[in-house]
């Protein structure tokens, strides 16, 4: 089955600083890689999603690169804010099996003032 | 608001008890799923219903028993839990669980088996 590994699983950045967080994946049929930000007392939330057909997508502050060769996807979180403290979870799953989803083990971002 | 609702929040049980957690989601989707979250380990499947039919049961003990009586609710029905059964329990519900449609979470239920 898939194997989604996280790093760093804790992380702290000045605000306004860039914050970086990488998973690898183990199965090359996925080709479905959601991220989620949870923040305390609430459930995931999805942020931003990519699919193998791109390399790149981003949402304003947000983006995600990914690497189909060597199975690795990245969050992008630039001119980082307080409101971005939060804990973000990678996922792989190929796709028509979203309910296959594989999340990773979590990121704790602090952002500092 | 997530569109999916679960109560209660906060749930204290002793082995012997049984109780039941409730999820109802208003996004009108058809798939609707349990997952386990633990300290420092990743989310876990629990199970699937798309369009009320059971999809995943992932090994489950059968002390966890789900139901689904339409698309909209969800419960997982509890009886004679173990203390390591102490953890964030999610619900999440989905267009439909055989498409890469995005997860949409609630905001879980934090039982605790004393």
């Known amino acids: 089955g898939e194997n989604v590994e996280q790093h760093p699983s804790t992380l702290s950045v000045q605000e306004g600083d860039s914050a970086v967080i990488k998973c690898t994946y183990s199965d090359s049929a996925s080709n479905y890689f959601p991220w989620y930000k949870q923040e305390l007392g609430k459930g995931p939330q999805l942020i931003i999603d990519i699919r193998s057909n791109v390399g790149e997508k981003k949402d304003q502050r947000i983006a995600v690169t990914l690497n189909k060769t060597a199975k690795h996807f990245s969050l992008h979180i630039t001119e980082t804010q307080p409101e971005d403290s939060a804990v973000y979870f990678c996922a792989a799953a190929s796709s028509g099996t979203a309910s296959k989803l594989t999340f990773g083990t979590g990121t704790r971002l602090q952002v500092t003032l | ?114």
């Open chain 2, 1 to 114: 608001e997530t569109g999916v609702t679960q109560t209660p929040r906060h749930l204290v049980m002793g082995m012997t008890n049984k109780k039941s957690l409730k999820c109802e989601q208003h996004l009108g989707h058809n798939a609707m799923y349990w997952y386990k979250q633990s300290a420092k380990k990743p989310l876990e499947l629990m199970f699937v219903y798309n369009f009320k039919e059971q999809t995943e049961n992932n090994s489950v003990p059968s002390r966890f028993s789900p139901e689904c009586p339409n698309s909209s609710h969800l419960f997982l029905h509890l009886h004679t839990l173990q203390p390591e059964d102490s953890a964030l329990y999610l619900c999440a519900s989905s267009q439909d669980a055989g498409r890469d449609s995005p997860l949409h979470f609630g905001n879980g239920t934090r039982l605790t088996v004393t």
